[in-house]
T-cell receptor, first 112, second 117 residues
Framework: AQSVTQLDSQVPVFEEAPVELRCNYSSSVSVYLFWYVQYPNQGLQLLLKYLSGSTLVESINGFEAEFNKSQTSFHLRKPSVHISDTAEYFCAVSEYNNDMRFGAGTRLTVKP | DADVTQTPRNRITKTGKRIMLECSQTKGHDRMYWYRQDPGLGLRLIYYSFDVKDINKGEISDGYSVSRQAQAKFSLSLESAIPNQTALYFC????????????????FGSGTRLTVV
């Protein structure tokens, strides 16, 4: 079955600094990859997804992630973070027509 | 109204009690899931259902049971609650019809915070 490893449990950064949240996955077949964001006291919201095609995917709020098949990675990046980006971020993997498995989460804290 | 509604939002129960968490959705999705979230462990799949007559165990189904009463309703039961079932529980839905479910990702409810004392 598929699995996900998020390499950092907590990432503190200063406002306007760049950030990278790392995600590696394991699967024996082709996969779909996702990043979800969870703000305090809320459910998870889909941030972006890779299904096929271009390996670089973007969200509407400036995040991007790049699918790297050879390294089995799907790292999330943002060139300049805001206080409002403080949240927990989850990487997830889904094999075709199968359920989704989540990583343990990375807590991003943006400091002024 | 929310697309995926979970009730109750918070619940404190005693060890040994039976408790049911409910989930209903207005998305028209055929697939529904129950996850639990624990700090440092992320979300772990408890049970999932691909349609009304389909129920599947997830990673951590022991101590839990589910019922898919209708396409829009999926309930999770703890037959005899124990303290290590204290967690945040999420219901999610996805749509497999026409294109793969992956095209839409999952839609999550706001969660039920369960405390077993």
């Amino acid at each position: 079955a598929q699995s996900v490893t998020q390499l950092d449990s907590q990432v503190p950064v200063f406002e306007e600094a760049p950030v990278e949240l790392r995600c590696n996955y394991s699967s024996s077949v082709s996969v779909y990859l996702f990043w979800y964001v969870q703000y305090p006291n809320q459910g998870l919201q889909l941030l972006l997804k890779y299904l096929s095609g271009s390996t670089l995917v973007e969200s509407i709020n400036g995040f991007e992630a790049e699918f790297n098949k050879s390294q089995t990675s799907f790292h999330l990046r943002k060139p300049s973070v805001h206080i409002s980006d403080t949240a927990e971020y989850f990487c997830a993997v889904s094999e075709y027509n199968n359920d989704m498995r989540f990583g343990a989460g990375t807590r991003l804290t943006v400091k002024p | 109204d929310a697309d995926v509604t979970q009730t109750p939002r918070n619940r404190i129960t005693k060890t040994g009690k039976r408790i049911m968490l409910e989930c209903s959705q207005t998305k028209g999705h055929d697939r529904m899931y129950w996850y639990r979230q624990d700090p440092g462990l992320g979300l772990r799949l408890i049970y999932y259902s691909f349609d009304v007559k389909d129920i599947n165990k997830g990673e951590i189904s022991d101590g839990y049971s589910v019922s898919r009463q209708a396409q829009a309703k999926f309930s999770l039961s703890l037959e005899s609650a124990i303290p290590n079932q204290t967690a945040l529980y999420f219901c999610a839905t996805s749509d497999s019809r026409g294109v793969t479910q992956a095209n839409y990702g999952y839609t999550f409810g706001s969660g039920t915070r369960l405390t077993v004392v």
